[in-house]
Every structure is written in structure tokens, then in C-alpha cells.
């Protein structure tokens, strides 16, 4: 009798997989792995019936052996991206659509995973690059034209959003995610009513989907329509977002008690709290409320916010900040440029031109990955680290911190981390708002924190430090007043090394 190859018994397995047969599929697999260990095949089928079972982990394993017995073949790296990506390691999964694009320049599918492991991980223009580069093999692939509309919004490019996002629903005219997307596309390039137009059918189409209820209860919420917008998030009590949202227009409408039980819910969903839920119930219910913003809301906050900022913040709000801090430091270190700077909360690096002249090495830390990918794009900084202020390693002659203390209240643990990252001498130059006397700090309107000039006072001398500097600044205008706040230079311990 002929014996059977590994390509024939895999041919086999696979059919048994294909008609659904996944017990005989599986049986067939793990016997080609045992007859034939060098042959990546049994380990692929493995792989995929594990992904089918939500076993990501178990897939991983074999889809890892298959990519090692079969480096050239894209099948295993497309699986093994998918399960990389279920188990939130977006950056890993992109490597293997690299691996396969470095073979075949061409593949489709490679671009287009490639593109959604981008736009998780925030790089949104080579995101867009691969998205259209699917696009040229297969142009009415719906989903990779919902995805390239979801880059491009991202990117702040609207029109050609909403391009995209039109396509997306031509082609695929019962999709109800794309439609919710559209009509977030058509809102955010202000074509408004076309929007809701746009998410009230995609409401109608599928009266159970949350997230259009919330893409409806959002466009009306922005434009002011607190009843509607209410009605819309009332459907979609799952979701987070919604919780949040309701509990934004009751505070708006003064209904305290009610606005306080959704930001409970929000919180009873999302422990991480992206939204900032924590900050406004101890608003609404007159609570000291946390000692610091929740992680998860100032990253989700500003990676929503990185492609505006700059000119929300210095068009909009007037800020100043970044000169603030550089008038002030001009003053002390004159025309030293062998410094060793450390810009925390960085953001876009607004502050990247002020710092850059006195440094030897300038560094930047922030929390939010999109708000990093702008200051990269300045390429001003020597390193760009994500984490926590607290997070801060190194040694440094100057720690700047423009604006971002106000997202922390409690600041002692800052100051003594300050004090352990800057050399002798070493200067921490930062801005606060400006809290009454008569409490350290407090928790504000907009969940910002501000800080009483005693507090600061004593703060930065307990951690060691000499105050240089400490004035009365504003570093934002806000419905065209001035929000008052401080600017402090703060010496730790002893003389500048030089
Ligand atoms: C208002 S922006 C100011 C950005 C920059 N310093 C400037 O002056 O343009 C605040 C920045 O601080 C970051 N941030 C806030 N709290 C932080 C923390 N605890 N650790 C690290 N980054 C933080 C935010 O992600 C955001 O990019």
C-alpha cells in the first residue's frame, strides 16, 4: 500500500475541519504531529481549533511550533496574529504581518491585519498606509474601509473619514457597527444632522445594539440636546460610556442624586475607571473624592484628545504653560546647555522647544500613548517613556511638570520621587492651579485638582526642597477668565552640578 504523505493527511484533517467535523479534525491533527514532527501543519490545524475553542493561549503554542516548522507560509503567522491580538498583544501580532509582508509585498490580508494592529496600537497613519494598500487588491472590502474611516477620524482627517466611512455602508448596507461609525465620522466633520440621521437607522435597523443608542445619545449630547440624548443612553445600560454620559447631563441639569447613580454603574462596569466616574461622584455627591485621577481616565482622556490638543490648548485656551516654565528657568540657568532634562507629563511635547536648548539629554514621560506618538513626531526627545510620573527612573538636573499636576492631588509621593530622580542642586519646575487657603488641595468642576500656594509651601519642603521661585501665573484662559494658578521652581538640596 502507497504510504500517505503529511500533505495528504493534513489535506484530510483539514476537510474534517472545514465540514465541522472538529473532533475527527483534531484526532487527525494531533496524529500528523505525532508521525511527522517536523511537518507544522498538524500543529497549525491544532492551533486554529484551539482559537475556535477561545483558547488563545493553547492556539499560541501550536501556531508558535507551526510558524517555526513553516516560516514562509503566511497561514500560521495570520492565525497566530489573531491569537496574539485576542490575548492583547497587538505589537506582536504586527510583527508577523511584517514577517509575511517582508515575503510578499502584496498580501491583502497581511495589510489589512497589519492596519487594525496599528490602529490599536495608535499609529494611525501607517495604519491608513496598509489599510490602502489591502484596498488596491480587493477596493470594496467593507471592513478595511470602516477601518481606514476609524484611522483616519483618528487622525483628525474628517472628510475623507467620512469617505471611507460612506463606502464601508454602501457596500455593506446592514452592517450596523459601520453605520454607528458613519455617523460619528459625519458628526465629528459636522455634518450633524446627517449624523443622527445615520444613528437613528442604525437604531432602527437593530433596536438592541448599545452602541448605537450611545453613537445617537453622543451626538445629541454634543450638541446640547440633554433629553434626547438622554432617551438615546437609557438604551444602552451595559455600557460604560452610556452610564457616564447620563450621569454628564443630569450633573448638567442640576438632578445630583440621579446624575450620582450612574456614575456608580459606570463604575460597577469599568473598575478601571477610564472615564473618570470617581472624580465626578465625589463632585456630585460634595465627597473628598480620590487623591489622584485614575490612571485608565487620564490615559483614555488624552489619547482621545492627542490629535486636538494643540490647537484646542494653545488656540483655544490660550495656553502657556511651556513658556511659562521656560522664562522661569531662563532666569536660573542662563546659557547652560549640558543639561540632563526630564519633561514629565510631557503630552505633545509643547514644552520640547523651551527644554531643548539647555539639554544634553532631553527625556519625556507620559502615560498616554498617542499623546507620546505626537511628541515623537517633533523628534526632539532622546527617550520617550510611557508610565506614571511615579513610574520616573534616572537622574536629572531639571524635572518639568506643565499642567499635569493637576491631575494628581495628593503630591507628596511626586515631590519625594522628584527628589530621588534630581541630582544635588537639581531644579523641578512645575505649574498648579490655584486651590483657597485653608485646604492642601481640591477637587474641581472640571475634575481637575488645584492647590493652595500653603500646601505647595510645605509640600516641596518636605521632600526636601528650597523654593526658587513661587508666583501667581495663569496658565489657561477658560470662558475667556483667567484660571488662576502658581509657577514653581523648586531646588533640591544643594548646588546645580556643573
Ligand atoms: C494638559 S497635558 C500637558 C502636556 C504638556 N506638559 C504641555 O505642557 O503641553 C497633561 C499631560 O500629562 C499627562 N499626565 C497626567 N497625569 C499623569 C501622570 N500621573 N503620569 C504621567 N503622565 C500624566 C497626560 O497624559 C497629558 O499628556
Redesign the pocket.
Known amino acids: 500500500m502507497a504510504k500517505i504523505s503529511p500533505g495528504e493527511s493534513f489535506a484530510t484533517a483539514m476537510k474534517a475541519y472545514e465540514d465541522g467535523r472538529s473532533d475527527s479534525a483534531r484526532r487527525l491533527a494531533k496524529k500528523l504531529v505525532e508521525a511527522h514532527p517536523k511537518f507544522g501543519g498538524g500543529h497549525y490545524l491544532l492551533g486554529l481549533l484551539a482559537l475556535d475553542y477561545n483558547q488563545s493561549q493553547v492556539a499560541l503554542h501550536h501556531l508558535d511550533k507551526a510558524v517555526e516548522l513553516s516560516a514562509e507560509q503566511p497561514a500560521p503567522r495570520l492565525v497566530a496574529a489573531t491569537a496574539l491580538q485576542r490575548l492583547g498583544r497587538p505589537a506582536e501580532a504586527a510583527l508577523h504581518m511584517r514577517a509575511i509582508l517582508a515575503l510578499y509585498p502584496d498580501h491583502a490580508e497581511a495589510h489589512a491585519l497589519l492596519g487594525t494592529y496599528l490602529l490599536d496600537l495608535e499609529q494611525n497613519r501607517e495604519a491608513v498606509d496598509h489599510f490602502r494598500q489591502a484596498l488596491v487588491a480587493h477596493p470594496d472590502w467593507s471592513a478595511v474601509l470602516n477601518n481606514l474611516g476609524l484611522a483616519l477620524g483618528h487622525l483628525g482627517e474628517k472628510q475623507e473619514a467620512v469617505e471611507a466611512a460612506r463606502e464601508a455602508v454602501r457596500i455593506a448596507p446592514d452592517h450596523v457597527g459601520f453605520r454607528v461609525n458613519l455617523a460619528i465620522a459625519l458628526d465629528k466633520a459636522g455634518l450633524k444632522e446627517e449624523g443622527v440621521a445615520e444613528a437613528q437607522a442604525a437604531v432602527q435597523a437593530d433596536p438592541d445594539n448599545e452602541d448605537a443608542w450611545l453613537a445617537l445619545g453622543m451626538i445629541h449630547q454634543r450638541r446640547n440636546r440633554l433629553e434626547p440624548a438622554m432617551e438615546a443612553f437609557a438604551h444602552a445600560p451595559d455600557l460604560p460610556s452610556a452610564r457616564w454620559s447620563m450621569a454628564e447631563c443630569l450633573r448638567k441639569l442640576g438632578r445630583m442624586d440621579e446624575a450620582a447613580k450612574h456614575y456608580q454603574a459606570c463604575l460597577e462596569l469599568d473598575h478601571e475607571d477610564h472615564h473618570g466616574a470617581r472624580l465626578g461622584l465625589a463632585v456630585v455627591t460634595g465627597q473628598a473624592g480620590p487623591d ?2 485614575p ?1 485608565a481616565y ?2 483614555h ?2 489619547d482621545d484628545f ?1 490629535e486636538d ?2 490647537r484646542c ?1 494653545v488656540e483655544g485656551l490660550d ?1 502657556r ?2 513658556a511659562l ?1 521656560g522664562a522661569a528657568l531662563a532666569t536660573i540657568l542662563g546659557d547652560r546647555k549640558d543639561l540632563d532634562i526630564m ?9 520640547g522647544p523651551v527644554l531643548k536648548p539647555y539639554s544634553k539629554v532631553l527625556d519625556g ?4 500613548p498617542a ?2 506618538a505626537k511628541a515623537r513626531e517633533r523628534a526632539l526627545y532622546d527617550h520617550l517613556i510611557e ?5 520616573a527612573t534616572g537622574c536629572y538636573d531639571v524635572a ?9 492631588g495628593e503630591l507628596s509621593a ?1 515631590m519625594t520621587k522628584m527628589s530621588q530622580i534630581l541630582r544635588p542642586g537639581g531644579l523641578f519646575a512645575f ?1 498648579v492651579e490655584l486651590a483657597d487657603e485653608g485646604c492642601d488641595w481640591r477637587l474641581g468642576d472640571r475634575s481637575r485638582y488645584s492647590h493652595s500656594q500653603s500646601y505647595i509651601r510645605r509640600v516641596t519642603a518636605e521632600a526636601g526642597f528650597e523654593l526658587d521661585i513661587l508666583e501667581d501665573v495663569s ?1 489657561r484662559s477658560e470662558a475667556g477668565q483667567a484660571v488662576p494658578g502658581l509657577l514653581a521652581v523648586a531646588k533640591n538640596k544643594e548646588q546645580i552640578h556643573g
Open positions: 489622584r485621577a490612571e487620564v490615559r482622556l488624552f492627542a490638543f494643540d490648548l495656553y504653560g511651556p516654565i519633561d514629565l507629563g510631557c503630552g505633545t511635547g509643547l514644552a514621560l507620559d502615560l498616554s499623546m507620546l508610565g506614571y510620573v511615579l513610574a518639568v511638570a506643565a499642567d499635569v499636576l493637576v491631575y494628581i511626586v505649574t496658565t
